[in-house]
């Protein structure tokens, strides 16, 4: 007999399916709950609430493990590169060394944006904040890519996706020399993704690029960590944006604002805002943490916390590594890196952070090492875009290969006005 779950309410028992899945999570189906006992859930944030099955990222909070397509994150890390790490989320298995060249092949053929978007920056003031041009230009990419729109046909989607992994390093790297009054520099197809994106982010037509090999590979890491993590507000908004059936552009363009929060991706950039705060007050460790247990004030300590992980978050054990070496290599000490070491000792032994689980994320150490490559503080969470980006597309692809595919429409515990008469507005006094 299949296991069920028992649920009671007024004088009836209903059984509910009861899944597991592959890594032993158990869930409660509840997909004929309201048809067969007239009552919906209510899980505000979704902190309990599975909104798909998917075979791609899994996570044990408790543990701190993290595996793409069954791969720990660590091996990822160390054996292979972004676009490898983008093929296996988006197709599940590692590809050959066959697979990977026509995969690197298929994105490369499409690095070029159409002449006439750079008009489109153009038109945004030098101040303009790069996560709204990154997100306004990929909306406008449904414009320039009319022939790959519709996500119900299998081979649009597959193109639209290799447009959209080829021109968002473009998009951003050319927001970049916008605002800061440099002529765009194009991509050079020869190069590898990561190279190519600090290309167009750093070369200038009047001198040559050195290319430092160590900036590489830590750009590489960087988005690898950041490629993919379930179904987190990001991925949640691409799905269920997509669900409707639009292209991809757009399910991307709303991933991209959502990311852009300083609770979710944007969260990088203010960490180290906080940290140079602190280091300008004095190095005052002990009034910011004051602060951030303070729960008549909002200040929170940015790159700590995590909905799912009760432990360290895997990614920032390997980006504190990962940074040490970075900085010995190159003969530098960052003071906000060990100020940030010294506000992480000073928060795990604190008891508040302590009963609450609270640990550094990904975000807390990822700016030191973006700092050491000279990327500016407003691209930080354009390039958890980048990185988040196949994470995106891959969720986005099972969502349209799902025999269950549905649009997303959550409903809502309806707390309003119950039937009020209409007043005329001659009639209607203000409320004291
Ligand atoms: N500083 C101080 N207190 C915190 C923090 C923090 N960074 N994070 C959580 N708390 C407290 C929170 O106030 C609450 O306390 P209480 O139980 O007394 O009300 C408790 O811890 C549980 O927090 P929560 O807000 O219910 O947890 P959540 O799962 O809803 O929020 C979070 C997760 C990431 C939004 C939150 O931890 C946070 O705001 N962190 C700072 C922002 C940040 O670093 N975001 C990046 C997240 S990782 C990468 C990504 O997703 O993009």
Redesign the pocket.
């Known amino acids: 007999m299949d296991p069920t779950a028992k649920l009671s309410i007024d004088d009836q028992t209903y059984e509910l399916p009861l899944l597991t899945g592959t890594e032993g999570t158990r869930a409660i189906d509840i997909g004929k709950l309201q048809r067969t006992t007239g009552c919906i859930t209510l899980d505000e ?1 979704y ?1 309990n609430t599975g909104s798909t099955k998917s075979a791609i990222t899994f996570l044990d909070g408790e543990k701190g493990i993290l595996r793409y397509r069954g791969y720990p994150v660590e091996v990822i890390a160390e054996r292979c590169d972004f676009t490898e790490t983008a093929y296996l989320l988006i197709f599940g298995d590692l590809p050959t060394a066959e697979q990977l060249e026509e995969f690197r092949t298929s994105i490369r053929v499409h690095t070029l944006l159409h002449e006439g978007m750079k008009r489109i920056f153009a038109g945004f003031p030098p101040d303009a904040q790069p996560m709204a041009i990154l997100s306004s230009v990929v909306s406008a990419l449904a414009i320039y890519c009319k022939d790959s729109l519709d996500s119900r046909s299998e081979e649009m989607r597959e193109l639209s996706m290799y447009r959209m992994l080829a021109k968002m390093p473009t998009i951003a790297a050319f927001g970049y020399k916008q605002s800061i009054g440099q002529p765009f520099i194009y991509p050079e197809n020869h190069l590898t993704y990561c190279q190519n994106f600090l290309h167009m982010m750093f070369a200038v037509p009047s001198e040559r690029y050195q290319m430092d090999p160590d900036f590489v590979d830590a750009l590489n890491l960087l988005l690898i960590l ?1 490629a993919d ?1 379930s179904q ?3 991925t949640s908004a691409v799905r269920m944006v997509g669900s409707s059936n639009v292209n991809l552009f757009s399910a991307i363009a709303s991933g991209i604002c959502a ?1 852009w929060g ?7 950039e ?2 180290i805002n906080m940290l140079e705060m602190i280091q300008a007050d004095g190095r005052n460790l002990k009034k910011y943490v004051d602060l ?2 303070d ?1 008549t004030k909002e ?11 009760k432990n360290y ?1 895997p990614r920032a054990t390997i980006i504190k590594k990962f940074a040490h070496k970075l900085l010995k290599k190159h003969g530098q000490r960052d003071p906000l890196f060990d100020l940030a070491q010294e506000l992480e000792e000073v ?1 795990l032994t604190d008891p ?2 302590i009963e ?1 689980k ?1 640990y550094p ?4 150490y990822s700016g030191i090492i973006y700092r050491l490559m000279n990327i500016p503080k407003n691209m930080f969470t354009v390039l ?1 875009a980048l990185g988040r980006l196949p994470g995106w597309i891959a969720h986005w692809r099972e969502m349209h290969q799902s025999p269950t595919k549905a649009i997303h429409r959550p409903m809502d515990l309806y707390v309003g006005h119950t039937l009020r008469e209409f007043v005329p507005l001659i009639e209607r006094t203000a409320k004291g």
């Open positions: 944030g902190p950041q993590h987190n507000c990001s990311l300083e609770w979710h991706g944007g969260a990088n203010a960490c951030a247990k729960k200040f929170r300590l940015m790159g700590f916390g995590h909905r799912v992980y978050d928060a508040y952070f609450r609270l994320n990904v975000d807390f958890f």
